[in-house]
């Protein structure tokens, strides 16, 4: 055990480096309107919502209810609802909100948009439906081209914050890129060139370069993430890359194995990597091995939870993505996936050898008990994390294992409040968190100067986060005792572009309808046809 590797203290205080690329703008004169016909438009001169209670993001409880002023895209005024009052506010288009809330679009850091098979209105809709008014796609390829368009409003997208790899945008040969005396170099030219959100996946296995790149890209205006990799663990795990400089780590990789008595997990003499039936199976066993421990248990809810925090990362969970694991009938199963599941998707989704995250085939009951196991310590280890002061974002990894995106935004809400964390520490996850990790200052909360991006929701995601899904939740009339649903978000504004909710749901029914037109029998859904 080499304890060099551990720094116990509590105590950390959050830094940002003013980044150098450009910011969300703010716009309160409106350059123009568009208008999407009947799914959305703005930005509007005077755009009111009148008396709605407000769940601000950082975490504090509803207030209200307010009015509250957008001009262009800018959150200008909010004041206290009064029916009575002659000088309410005004606009040239009013929401009202009676009994309705509010609160910041999330910021869903981290998805993917698969290939081009797949398409992207399908993805943004879905995203924008529920809840999402940003994202960083990790397929940065296939949103080059909108880039512009969708900073101007003209496409229908959430806001755009890709994810990079470790010298993309430059021309810089690998020799140099992989030379830690060039990481500046490297990184300038990457953040000079737009980049903002770089993945360091491929530098796992050289700590030295791991960290070059890491302190180069903070120092250059920019963060980084890491999905660290399994294989790779005896050189970073999730320890070493917070000591290391990396901004966020996502996914659940690396913290067990920083844990354990030796530095290595314990694979099997026939594991391979690129088995991935095999890798994942492996990748809850070693929570298993470091939980059953009581040493090794207690170290990874406290020391490492403290080093972690003390080192300043950012906990991305990404706890939808992976939930099928645990239960592969129910996800096959999910309600909406008949209706609102694309084809093309649901054929990623099926079990195969030859794609990635397809690997649930002789998946056993031992399987779903050691992601059961795992899910849970895993939550453990998120809520001492955010008890100890440290920053847990918000991220869903979808759309891949039986995870349709969209859904999964909710669904990810849900299983992060599995840690014991309160709602409002998630919802604060999911925006105002979000938001300060991206280097964005004007987003993820709902206050006067920042970016209108606001959901009008039917209910208190504080209460019930089920009330975001675009079908809303099982209700009960007190007076007649009848079942009904709630709305949903009726409206997603993004960049103060109010969308209609109900409307860019019709069109991904659409869009998947068309999709499954020529669709036939599959190993998952033969037995029941």
Known sequence: ??????????????????????????????????????????????????????????????????????????ISKLQRHDPDKPDRLEGNRVIEGDNLYVMPGMLNLHLHLRNKSLPLDY???????TGVTSIGPAEEGRVQDILEAERNNEV?????????GWGSKTDFDEEFRMDPVNADKVAKRMIKNGVRQVYLNNLC???????????????????????????????????????LGVTMIVHHYGYAESALNRGVMNYPVDYNYLDENKRFREAAQVWIEAGENPETRHRLLNDIADSLVYYGVTMQPNRATYEANRDIVRAHGLPWHEKYTHQVLWEMHLPSP?????FQYNWTSLDEYRWHYMYDLWGDLIFEFNKRGGRVAYGTDDNYQ??????????????????????LEVLRSATYNSAQTILEPKLGMIQKGYIADILVVDGSPAENFRYLYPFGAIMMDEETKEMYRSKGIIHTIKDGVVFENENLMREVERIVRESKKDAGLDIVTEPFK
């Open 1 to 74: 055990m080499k304890l060099e590797r551990y720094f116990f203290t509590a105590l950390f205080i959050f830094s940002i480096t003013p980044a150098q690329f450009d910011k969300v703008e703010l716009k309160p004169e409106p350059t123009k309107m568009v208008d999407f016909d009947d799914l959305g438009a703005g930005p509007y001169k005077r755009l009111v919502i009148r008396n709605a209670m407000v769940i601000p993001g950082h975490g504090g409880p509803a207030t209200g209810p307010y009015d509250i002023l957008v001009t262009g895209n800018v």
């Open 123 to 129: 993805i943004f809709y879905l995203q924008l439906a």
């Open 156 to 164: 229908i997208s959430p806001r755009l914050f890709p994810l990079y």
């Open 205 to 243: 296995w050289n700590p030295t370069m791991f960290g070059a790149a890491a302190r180069a890209i903070e120092k250059a205006g920019g963060i980084t993430a890491v999905h660290i990799q399994p294989s790779s663990t005896s050189q970073v795990n999730a320890l070493d890359a917070a000591r």
């Open 354 to 358: 030859h794609a990635h995250a397809s």
């Open 402 to 423: 039986w995870s349709t995106g969209g859904f999964g935004n909710i669904r990810e809400l849900q299983l992060v409040l599995e840690s014991g964390m309160h709602p």
